[in-house]
């Protein structure tokens, strides 16, 4: 299983080179061509959401991504440190976290719309949303 990991400062600029990044190792591990596109929005969306939840939380750790190669499928995993509350735990704020979770909806919903298979996770440490492509080993073409 070859695994490439990238941290980067949660900044809109650096959302970019994620996706190249993503879509070079998506590319590399046999990802069809076609569906290259969707894996480069997708994690344009994820990180963008991630660096979001670190600005509005004013959280100074790096976003992190891993990107993995395993036998028939490739995964994209896009973490960030933002707290969520548990279900029952009511904040102050409520005005901005539904605002802030309207937003967290709608690039679920895109990134739902471009993956097949996605799971999002989130806790009160943070979340993780991962993506998964099938793959073609090297040789084998595609009827």
Do not use: Y
Request: glycine share 10%.
């Amino acid at each position: 299983m070859a695994t490439v990991e990238l941290r980067f400062s949660a900044l809109p600029e650096h959302v970019r080179t994620a996706r190249l990044v993503a879509a070079a190792v998506a590319r590399r591990a046999g990802v069809d061509e076609a569906v290259l596109d969707e894996v480069r929005l997708a994690v344009g969306e994820a990180c963008s959401r991630a660096v979001g939840l670190h600005q509005a939380a004013g959280i100074t750790e790096p976003v992190r991504v891993a990107l993995v190669e395993e036998e028939k499928q490739f995964s994209i995993e896009v973490g960030d440190e933002a707290p969520r509350s548990v279900p029952g735990d009511r904040a102050s704020g409520a005005a901005d976290a539904n605002v802030e979770t309207e937003e967290d909806e709608m690039g679920l919903a895109v990134i739902s719309g471009l993956v097949d298979d996605v799971e999002v996770t989130a806790g009160e440490h943070g979340g993780l949303i991962r993506m998964t492509w099938p793959t073609t080993p090297p040789g084998v073409a595609l009827t």
